[in-house]
C-alpha cells in the first residue's frame, strides 16, 4: 500500500464527520452520524484521536520474522510447506533483494497514516473552538502519536542511530498535511530530533490514566507517555533517563496482571491429527481466555497493564517460538509458559497429516501480542538500568516484583545476582521470557550498539535458498546470517513508496 494522502485526508475527515465516540464509554456508544464534514470544534479533534481502531494495530513483520525468537527452522517447513509464505522466509532469512516488491508490506503506509492524522489534528487545532484545557489534551496527543510511529519506522527501516549513523538516511518528514512537504528521506538525526521534540510536548499532558475507574490507555497519559520516554531512552542507552521515565511512569499507574490468580485457560480446541491412519487419535489444545476473541476488543481494551495500547498483528496467525526461546521457560513453575506457549499449535495451522507437534506463542486470539509500553516492561526498564549502572541488588529486588506475578510461588521465583554482569545477564533473559517478538529486534540494534559486548546477538538461520516466486527446497540448505553491524538491521521500504514518491523516497543502501 503507499502513502496516497488524499485518501487519508478523506477517510480522516469521513471519521470526524461520524464524531467517533469509540471509547469514551468503553465501547458501549455507537458512533453517530452527523451532516457536516467541516471541522470547528476541539471535540471533533479529540474524538478522532480516540478512535483506537486506527492506532492500535501494528502489522511489523520484521518484528515477527526476524529476530532469534523466530522458529522457523527446516524441518518445520517441511512439515507443511504452504502453512510458510514467502514473505516470512525472507524476513526471518533478512532478504533485501526480494522484500522491496512484497505488496504485502504495510507497516510503512499503516504508521504514516496514523502521522498524517495527528498532523490533522495539530493543524486545526487554532482554528477550532473549546478551551485552553480541551485543546492541551489534544495537543499532547496528537504529538504523542507522531513521536511513536516515526519511532516504530525508524526501529524497522532505519539503521540504529549511533554517532556515526546520524548523517544515514533517515525518513521523509512530514509534520502538516500539506502535499507540498518533500518526501525525500531526511538525515536520521533529523529524524530522532524531531521524535525527542514531540516527546517532549507530549510530557507535557497532564491527563491521569485511570479515569472514572478504568485505565484509559488508548490516548496520551502521565503514565503513558512516560512510559513511551522509558523506552525510548533506553533503546538509546541512556539509562538514566530511562530510569527517571520509568520511575515516573511506575508512581503513576503500576498494577500488574498476577498470573497465579487472574490466568485462566480459556476455549479448548480438539483436532484429530493422522485421520484414516492407525495413529488417527482427537487432540485437545488449551488456549489463554484472552485468545478467545477474535473481533471483539473488550480482552484487550481490559488488558489492564497497558500503559499504551498498541498491538503487533501477525497476519498468518502463528508466532513461532524458537528452542532458544522455549529454553528460557522454567516449564514446570513459570506461568507464561503454561497460558502464552500452546502446546501442539501446529495442528492448528493445518500439520494434521502426518502430525507435526510443535507450539505456538499465544497471547490475544492467534495474531495479537501487546506491543504498547505496559507496567511489566517498566518494571523490566527499571531493573536493567539499576544492573546496568552497578546495582545488582536493587535490579533482582525490582525483577522478583514481576517474576512473583508470573510464576507459581515457591523459592524458584526470587533471584539473585552475583554481580553486574549477573544482574544484567538475568534481566535480559527475563525481558526476553516476557516481551517475545515485540521488543527483540530493537533490543537486539541496541545491545549491537552499546558499550557492553557481553549482550552482543549475531543471528543466523539454516534455511533452503530460494527466488522471487518460490523456495528452493530441492537444493542444499544454506547458512544465513545477519552479524551486528550489518545494514540489514534497516529493513528494506516497500517499492511502492518510492514509485509513489516518483523517486523521491530512496532505498536504503546494503
Request: glycine residues 4%; negative net charge; contains cysteine.
Amino acid at each position: 500500500m503507499t502513502i496516497n494522502y488524499s485518501d487519508i485526508f478523506k477517510s480522516s475527515v469521513l471519521l470526524l464527520a461520524l464524531g467517533l465516540s469509540s471509547c469514551d464509554k468503553f465501547l458501549d456508544e455507537r458512533p453517530n452520524k452527523t451532516s457536516s464534514l467541516e471541522v470547528t470544534t476541539v471535540s471533533q479533534l479529540d474524538a478522532l484521536l480516540n478512535n483506537f481502531i486506527s492506532f492500535y494495530n501494528e502489522g511489523n513483520r520484521t518484528a515477527i520474522h526476524s529476530t532469534d525468537d523466530y522458529g522457523l527452522t527446516v524441518d518445520l517447513y517441511n512439515a507443511r510447506p504452504g502453512t510458510f509464505t514467502l514473505a516470512a522466509v525472507e524476513f526471518a532469512t533478512w532478504d533485501k533483494d526480494y522484500l522491496p516488491d512484497d505488496t504485502r508490506e504495510g507497516f510503512w503506509s499503516g504508521e504514516y497514516r496514523k502521522i498524517f492524522t495527528a498532523n490533522m489534528a495539530l493543524s486545526l487545532l487554532e482554528t477550532v473552538s473549546g478551551t485552553a484545557e480541551e485543546k492541551a489534551i489534544v495537543k499532547a496527543d496528537a504529538h504523542f502519536v507522531r513521536a511513536y510511529s516515526y519511532f516504530q519506522l525508524a526501529c524497522t527501516y532505519c539503521l540504529p542511530y549511533t554517532d556515526a549513523n546520524k548523517t544515514e538516511a533517515g525518513l521523509p518528514i512530514k509534520v502538516s498535511t500539506s502535499f507540498e512537504e518533500p518526501l525525500a528521506r531526511q538525515p536520521l538525526e533529523t529524524v530522532y530530533n524531531l521524535i525527542e521534540a514531540d516527546l517532549a510536548e507530549a510530557l507535557k499532558t497532564t491527563q491521569p490514566l485511570m479515569q472514572d475507574g478504568r485505565p484509559r490507555h488508548w490516548r496520551a497519559s502521565k503514565a503513558g507517555v512516560n512510559a513511551f520516554a522509558a523506552r525510548y531512552y533506553l533503546t538509546r542507552n541512556n539509562y538514566a533517563e530511562a530510569l527517571k521515565h520509568a520511575n515516573a511512569s511506575l508512581g503513576e499507574y503500576s498494577t500488574l496482571v498476577d498470573y497465579n490468580t487472574e490466568m485462566r485457560y480459556g476455549r479448548p480446541a480438539n483436532i484429530t491429527i493422522n485421520a484414516g491412519t492407525p495413529e488417527s487419535q482427537t487432540v485437545t489444545l488449551e488456549y489463554p481466555y484472552t485468545h478467545d476473541n477474535q473481533s471483539d476488543q473488550t480482552d484487550m481494551i481490559g488488558w489492564k497493564e497497558f500503559l499504551y495500547y498498541r498491538m503487533l498483528s501477525h497476519e498468518s496467525w502463528w508466532y513461532i517460538p524458537s528452542q532458544a526461546l522455549l529454553d528460557l521457560y522454567d516449564k514446570d513453575h513459570d506461568l507464561r509458559y503454561r497460558y502464552h506457549m500452546v502446546e501442539g499449535y501446529s495442528y492448528d495451522r493445518g500439520m494434521t497429516k502426518p502430525a507435526y507437534d510443535y507450539p505456538g506463542y499465544v497471547f490475544f486470539y492467534k495474531d495479537r501480542l501487546p506491543s504498547g509500553p505496559t507496567v511489566a516492561e517498566m518494571l523490566l526498564v527499571k531493573a536493567e538500568c539499576l544492573a546496568r549502572t552497578n546495582k545488582p541488588g536493587e535490579a533482582m529486588t525490582v525483577l522478583n516484583q514481576l517474576r512473583a506475578k508470573r510464576m507459581e510461588a515457591g523459592p524458584w521465583v526470587d533471584l539473585a545476582a552475583a554481580n553486574m554482569d549477573d544482574a544484567i545477564a538475568k534481566v535480559l533473559q527475563e525481558r526476553r521470557r516476557e516481551l517475545p517478538f515485540t521488543q527483540r529486534w530493537t533490543d537486539i540494534r541496541r545491545f549491537n550498539n552499546n558499550d557492553y559486548p557481553a549482550d552482543d546477538v549475531e543471528l543466523s538461520r539454516d534455511f533452503y535458498p530460494y527466488n522471487f516466486s518460490a523456495v528452493q527446497s530441492s537444493e542444499p540448505v544454506k547458512t544465513y546470517t545477519l552479524p551486528k553491524n550489518s545494514r540489514r538491521f534497516a529493513a528494506p521500504v516497500p517499492r511502492t513508496e518510492m514509485i509513489a514518491s516518483n523517486d523521491e523516497i530512496t532505498q536504503n543502501t546494503y
